[in-house]
C-alpha cells in the first residue's frame, strides 16, 4: 500500500489535526515527519476538544498505530504530558506509538537560546513559539545535537552534554547576558526522561519500510505549512525543517517511490502567526470577524493570528512544489453571512501583473494583490452533507479554487466537529469546471 501526506498549503494552522483524524481509519499507521511541540493540532467530537503537538492525530483511533520520525525534534517534557493526557481519556499508548532512536532531543539550552536571541533581535524577531525548535535543528545540523539513541549510554550522554552545555553556557554569558545552565542537573533529568520513554524507542525506519513491503497504508502529517518550509516559504520568516512533501521521505525515510497521493490542506481563507510578509493580510473589520468567527488564535501559543483573503498565487505555487494530488478545503463555514469574498488572483510589483510567488521576502511584502470578487452566501452550511448541498455560491466558490490551481477537491470541512464534514467517494470538485 502507498503513503499519503497530508499537508498544510499555507502558513500552518490549515485544520491538519482533524483532516488526519479523519482520514485515519482508513489507514494503518499514522506518522509525523518534522517539527516540533510548536504547532497545535486540533480534534474535536462531541463537545470535547483536544490538542496534540508530537503524538500524530490517528491515537485516537483503535488499531492505529502511530509514529514519531526521525525528521521531528523531541520534547521531553511535551510528549510525556501528550501521553499521559492521551491514557487519561482511556486511550491505550504503549504498542501504538512509536518513537524514532534517531529523533533529535530539545534541550532546555535551546529554549533558553532562542528566547535571548528573540529578545535582542528586537524588531527584527521572527516570531517563534519560543519551544526552542531552531536552536535543536541548528544543532542537528551542526553535528552537536543530542538524540534519542545517545539516552542509552549515560557516560556517553554526560559527556555530549558537557561539552554542548559548556559551549552553550559561554553563549549566553558572553553574548545575551543571561543565566547559565547546570550540567548535572540536566544529566539527570534527561537520564530519568530515557527511563520513561524507554518502552516507545526504536528504528521507526525500519518498521516503516517492512509496513510498506506488507501493504499496509501509512498517513504521514507534516506540522505547520508549505510557506514556512526552510527553503521553499518566506525565509527567514520561516520554520527550521520542512514541511513540504520532500521532508516525508527525509523525516521518516520512506522512498518516494511509495508516495502516491499528496492531499493539501486549504484553509478558506488565509492566516499567519508571527512575523513575516503577508499580501492578502486585512486590517479592517473584516479581518477582526474572520478572527473572531474563525476562533483565529494560536492552538499552542495563543496568538492571535493575522487573517486575510485566500491568496491563489500562493497557493498554486505550494501545489507545484508538493505535487498536490487534491485538496482539503477547511473554514468554509467561517465565510457564511459575507455579501462579497475576495480572492488573490495575482500580484501587482512595480506597476506590473504577475502570477509567480516571489517567496523572497524582499519582494513580497512590496506586492499588491489583484483580487477578483465573488458573491458570498448567508445560509448555515454546517448541515450539509453532499456538495450539492451548499449554496450556489459556495459551490462557486470552491470550483473557483479547483479551476484556477487546477487541482481537483476531495474533502470539504463546514464546522470543527468530525461529523461537520463532506467527504467520501462521491466528493469531487474537478478543476476543469
Same mark, same amino acid.
Request: with cysteine; charged share 25%; net charge negative.
Given at each position: 500500500?502507498?503513503?499519503?501526506?497530508?499537508?498544510?498549503?499555507?502558513?500552518?494552522?490549515?485544520?491538519?489535526?482533524?483532516?488526519?483524524?479523519?482520514?485515519?481509519?482508513?489507514?494503518?499507521?499514522?506518522?509525523?515527519?518534522?517539527?516540533?511541540?510548536?504547532?497545535?493540532?486540533?480534534?474535536?467530537?462531541?463537545?470535547?476538544?483536544?490538542?496534540? !503537538? +508530537?503524538?500524530?492525530?490517528?491515537?485516537? !483511533?483503535?488499531?492505529?498505530?502511530?509514529?514519531?520520525?526521525?525528521?521531528?525534534?523531541?520534547?521531553?517534557?511535551?510528549?510525556?504530558?501528550?501521553?499521559?493526557?492521551?491514557?487519561?481519556?482511556?486511550?491505550?499508548?504503549?504498542?501504538?506509538?512509536?518513537?524514532? !532512536?534517531?529523533? %533529535?532531543?530539545?534541550?532546555?539550552?535551546?529554549?533558553?537560546?532562542?528566547?535571548?536571541?528573540?529578545?535582542?533581535?528586537?524588531?527584527?524577531?521572527?516570531?517563534?513559539?519560543?519551544?526552542?525548535?531552531?536552536?535543536?535543528?541548528?544543532?542537528?545540523?551542526?553535528?552537536?545535537?543530542?538524540?534519542?539513541?545517545?539516552?542509552?549510554?549515560?557516560? &556517553?550522554?554526560?559527556?555530549?552534554?558537557?561539552?554542548?552545555?559548556?559551549?552553550?553556557?559561554?553563549?549566553?554569558?558572553?553574548?545575551?547576558?543571561?543565566?547559565?545552565?547546570?550540567?548535572?542537573?540536566?544529566?539527570?533529568?534527561?537520564?530519568?526522561?530515557?527511563?520513561?520513554?524507554?518502552?516507545?524507542?526504536?528504528?521507526?525506519?525500519?518498521? +516503516?519500510?517492512?509496513?510498506?513491503?506488507?501493504?499496509? %497504508?501509512?498517513?504521514?502529517?507534516?506540522?505547520?505549512?508549505?510557506?514556512?518550509?526552510?527553503?521553499?516559504?518566506?525565509?527567514?520568516?520561516?520554520?527550521?525543517?520542512?514541511?513540504?512533501?520532500?521532508?516525508?521521505?527525509?523525516?521518516?525515510?520512506?522512498?518516494?517511490?511509495?508516495?502516491?497521493?499528496?492531499?493539501?490542506? &486549504?484553509?478558506?481563507?488565509?492566516?499567519? /502567526?508571527?512575523?513575516?510578509?503577508?499580501?492578502?493580510?486585512?486590517?479592517?473589520?473584516?479581518?477582526?470577524?474572520?478572527?473572531?468567527?474563525? !476562533?483565529?488564535?494560536?492552538?499552542?501559543?495563543?496568538?492571535?493570528?493575522?487573517?486575510?483573503?485566500?491568496?491563489?498565487?500562493?497557493?498554486?505555487?505550494?501545489?507545484?512544489?508538493?505535487?498536490?494530488?487534491?485538496?482539503?478545503?477547511?473554514?468554509?463555514? &467561517? +465565510?457564511?453571512?459575507?455579501?462579497?469574498?475576495?480572492?488573490? &488572483?495575482?500580484?501587482?510589483?512595480?506597476?506590473?501583473?504577475?502570477?509567480?510567488?516571489?517567496?523572497? /521576502?524582499?519582494?513580497?511584502?512590496?506586492?499588491?494583490?489583484?483580487?477578483?470578487?465573488?458573491?458570498?452566501?448567508?445560509?448555515?452550511?454546517?448541515?450539509?452533507?453532499?456538495?450539492?448541498?451548499?449554496?450556489?455560491?459556495?459551490?462557486?466558490?470552491?470550483?473557483?479554487?479547483?479551476?484556477?490551481?487546477?487541482?481537483?477537491?476531495?474533502?470539504?470541512?463546514?464546522?470543527?466537529?468530525?461529523?461537520?464534514?463532506?467527504?467520501?467517494?462521491?466528493?469531487?470538485?474537478?478543476?476543469?469546471?
Amino acid at each position: 500500500m502507498p503513503v499519503t501526506i497530508v499537508i498544510g498549503s499555507q502558513w500552518g494552522d490549515e485544520g491538519k489535526g482533524k483532516i488526519v483524524d479523519l482520514l485515519s481509519d482508513q489507514v494503518d499507521i499514522v506518522a509525523r515527519y518534522q517539527g516540533g511541540a510548536n504547532a497545535g493540532h486540533t480534534i474535536c467530537w462531541g463537545d470535547e476538544t483536544f490538542v496534540l !503537538h +508530537l503524538v500524530p492525530s490517528g491515537i485516537f !483511533h483503535e488499531g492505529v498505530t502511530c509514529v514519531i520520525g526521525n525528521g521531528v525534534v523531541l520534547d521531553p517534557v511535551a510528549v510525556l504530558d501528550e501521553i499521559r493526557m492521551i491514557r487519561e481519556l482511556g486511550y491505550e499508548v504503549e504498542g501504538r506509538l512509536l518513537i524514532s !532512536h534517531n529523533a %533529535h532531543l530539545i534541550m532546555p539550552y535551546h529554549k533558553r537560546i532562542e528566547a535571548a536571541r528573540e529578545q535582542a533581535r528586537d524588531a527584527g524577531a521572527i516570531g517563534t513559539t519560543g519551544r526552542g525548535i531552531g536552536p535543536a535543528y541548528v544543532d542537528k545540523f551542526a553535528r552537536t545535537g543530542i538524540r534519542v539513541v545517545d539516552l542509552l549510554d549515560r557516560d &556517553v550522554l554526560r559527556e555530549k552534554l558537557r561539552v554542548a552545555i559548556e559551549e552553550k553556557n559561554a553563549i549566553l554569558r558572553s553574548i545575551y547576558g543571561a543565566e547559565e545552565l547546570d550540567v548535572e542537573a540536566i544529566i539527570e533529568e534527561y537520564v530519568e526522561f530515557d527511563q520513561l520513554i524507554d518502552p516507545y524507542v526504536t528504528d521507526t525506519t525500519e518498521y +516503516l519500510c517492512h509496513a510498506l513491503q506488507e501493504g499496509k %497504508h501509512i498517513l504521514a502529517e507534516g506540522a505547520q505549512g508549505a510557506l514556512l518550509d526552510v527553503d521553499f516559504g518566506t525565509y527567514p520568516f520561516v520554520t527550521s525543517s520542512h514541511p513540504t512533501a520532500g521532508g516525508c521521505c527525509t523525516g521518516l525515510g520512506v522512498p518516494p517511490t511509495a508516495v502516491r497521493r499528496s492531499i493539501g490542506i &486549504v484553509k478558506a481563507y488565509c492566516t499567519r /502567526v508571527g512575523n513575516g510578509p503577508f499580501p492578502t493580510e486585512l486590517h479592517d473589520e473584516t479581518g477582526e470577524r474572520l478572527r473572531r468567527v474563525g !476562533h483565529e488564535f494560536g492552538a499552542t501559543t495563543g496568538r492571535p493570528r493575522r487573517c486575510g483573503w485566500l491568496d491563489l498565487v500562493a497557493l498554486r505555487y505550494t501545489s507545484m512544489v508538493n505535487g498536490f494530488t487534491d485538496y482539503a478545503i477547511t473554514k468554509l463555514d &467561517v +465565510l457564511t453571512g459575507l455579501d462579497e469574498i475576495k480572492v488573490c &488572483v495575482r500580484y501587482r510589483y512595480d506597476g506590473k501583473e504577475t502570477t509567480r510567488f516571489p517567496a523572497e /521576502v524582499q519582494t513580497l511584502s512590496r506586492v499588491e494583490p489583484v483580487y477578483e470578487s465573488l458573491p458570498g452566501w448567508k445560509e448555515d452550511i454546517t448541515g450539509a452533507e453532499r456538495v450539492e448541498d451548499l449554496p450556489a455560491a459556495a459551490q462557486r466558490y470552491l470550483q473557483f479554487i479547483a479551476g484556477y490551481t487546477g487541482v481537483d477537491i476531495s474533502l470539504v470541512s463546514t464546522g470543527p466537529k468530525r461529523e461537520q464534514t463532506i467527504h467520501g467517494a462521491g466528493v469531487r470538485i474537478r478543476a476543469a469546471v
